[in-house]
């Protein structure tokens, strides 16, 4: 039986070396950069609530918005922020769609948002922000026809791309098998419901605790026996598999645009899109996972869509804080290419 007590001794000793190099990891490891002073009054909306038609949106309490809404930014009821499409009095009604671009995260005010220099350049249009954070094409679809429509507007535009081609990716890193379109955090549920009828709650993911026990020191190792460098050194080009899912990603981002499109005139609003520039500096693969998607979304537009691509923006560092959101003069800047390809 001695052994077996080796056995023991020599696994509690394995146990300690590495908790004790994983917290020594974590000391020496690099700290993350420090909030910018311009996301903190965003902060209470990144979070995620559920939606019945969207997935996830905004609180829908009206306490609730009324607590996170600050002098910064505020939303109303129905999730839109500045000006409100009873507002528009004599003019045309023209709603922005997208993600946290297009909602203005980090902007000084509502009215330095891309919607609130739009209004702020021509007098035609009153243009409401719909922009909501982390949505997709799919969501931008859903909300278009379940309730922008009924506003019955003359325009809509769509500022996105980023959303769709970074979450397809982050589900290929991972081999999550969801379909192109999949929204961000669908992998939250999943986790967390199976076979919602028979109220089957996991509280505990084990996989998911898994991938986080001993973290660094088996990246450590995986880097050791792979010879890889520093996750912001991954070499950038794409492998077959992740090429075959950035196409068909950009695929379904056009035939959801195609869709909004259609809808859209059926209900006599005209429909103008924009893929959004963005600066990914920290992630090789991931910058190459949007380029090559935006090529095929270029490669597959239908030739009646307007689909005008800003990515030519991608170099002016002065207009971004950070891999995508704008500064208030990156939001003008938008607003100004905006109002130019309006009057093509």
Do not use: C
Request: proline fraction near 5%; aromatic fraction near 12%.
């Amino acid at each position: 039986m001695r052994w077996v007590f080796r056995f023991f001794v020599a696994g509690i000793f394995v146990l300690i070396a590495a908790v004790g190099a994983e917290l020594l990891l974590a000391i020496v490891a690099p700290k993350p950069p420090a909030t910018l002073p311009q996301m903190l009054p965003y902060r209470e909306f990144t979070k995620q609530y559920l939606h019945p038609f969207y997935f996830f949106f905004f609180p829908r309490d009206e306490a609730q918005i009324a607590a996170i809404n600050n002098s910064v930014v505020s939303i109303d009821g129905r999730g839109f922020r500045g000006a409100l499409p009873e507002d528009r009095g004599d003019k045309k009604l023209a709603f922005i769609i997208g993600g946290s671009t297009a909602f203005g995260h980090g902007a000084s005010s509502n009215d330095t948002t891309i919607s609130g220099y739009l209004n702020k350049q021509q007098d035609e249009y009153l243009f409401v922000n719909a922009g909501v954070p982390s949505f997709v094409s799919s969501q931008e679809f859903t909300r278009v026809a379940t309730e922008l429509l009924d506003y019955r507007p003359d325009l809509i535009i769509a500022l996105d791309g980023f959303n769709d081609a970074v979450t397809a990716h982050g589900f290929a890193v991972h081999n999550l098998p969801y379909p192109p379109g999949t929204n961000e955090s669908y992998e939250g549920l999943a986790q967390r419901f199976d076979n919602i009828r028979e109220q089957k709650l996991v509280t505990i993911n084990k996989s998911r605790l898994s991938k986080y026990l001993f973290f660094r020191v088996r990246q450590k190792i995986k880097k050791l026996f792979s010879g890889s460098s520093d996750n912001g050194q991954v070499v950038a080009e794409l492998p077959p598999s992740m090429q075959s899912q950035a196409s068909d990603a950009a695929k379904a981002y056009l035939e959801n645009l195609a869709l909004i499109k259609d809808l859209s005139e059926k209900r006599g609003a005209g429909f103008v899109a924009f893929f959004q520039p963005a600066r990914i500096t920290d992630y090789p693969q991931r910058k190459e996972f949007l380029n090559f998607f935006r090529s095929k979304a270029g490669e597959h537009k239908a030739a009646e869509m307007k689909l005008v691509d800003l990515s030519w923006l991608s170099d002016r560092e002065d207009i971004f804080l950070d891999s995508v959101h704008l500064t208030d003069e990156g939001s003008r800047n938008i607003a100004q290419e905006i109002m130019k390809n309006l009057a093509d």
